[in-house]
Nanobody, 118 residues
Framework: QVQLVESGGDLVQPGGSLRLSCVASGSIFRITRMGWYRQGPGKQREWVADINSGGSTNYADSVKGRFTISRDNAKNTVYLQMNSLKAEDTADYYC????????????WGQGTQVTVSS
């Protein structure tokens, strides 16, 4: 059973930046497409970005140009650098294994809360 531990969430002003981290247990991490999802207040959880084992990335239109996903296979960690944050980025953020259709494949971690507010 893979365990996911997200961290890095905080309260930040509009226009600010945050870097989220997600550590995954298990040796298969390095060959796994990993992604970030988020769930805003009163909203359904949505896919944000993903990265494959070779470093190829995909982004939701709402975050393209502002967010950058990366990974460190030696540390079993995937990151989400978030710049130019907007109020609508306020959400709980989660990482997970991602399939071809951007669906999550593992059990969820506890997530990390990001609040963008002045």
């Amino acid at each position: 059973q893979v365990q996911l531990v997200e961290s890095g969430g905080d309260l930040v002003q509009p226009g600010g930046s945050l870097r989220l981290s997600c550590v995954a247990s298990g040796s298969i991490f390095r060959i796994t497409r990993m992604g970030w999802y988020r769930q805003g207040p009163g909203k359904q959880r949505e896919w944000v970005a993903d990265i494959n084992s070779g470093g190829s990335t995909n982004y939701a239109d709402s975050v393209k140009g502002r967010f950058t996903i990366s990974r460190d296979n030696a540390k079993n960690t995937v990151y989400l650098q978030m710049n130019s944050l907007k109020a609508e980025d306020t959400a709980d953020y989660y990482c997970n294994k991602v399939d071809t259709w951007k669906r999550p494949q593992w059990s969820w971690g506890q997530g990390t809360q990001v609040t963008v507010s002045s």
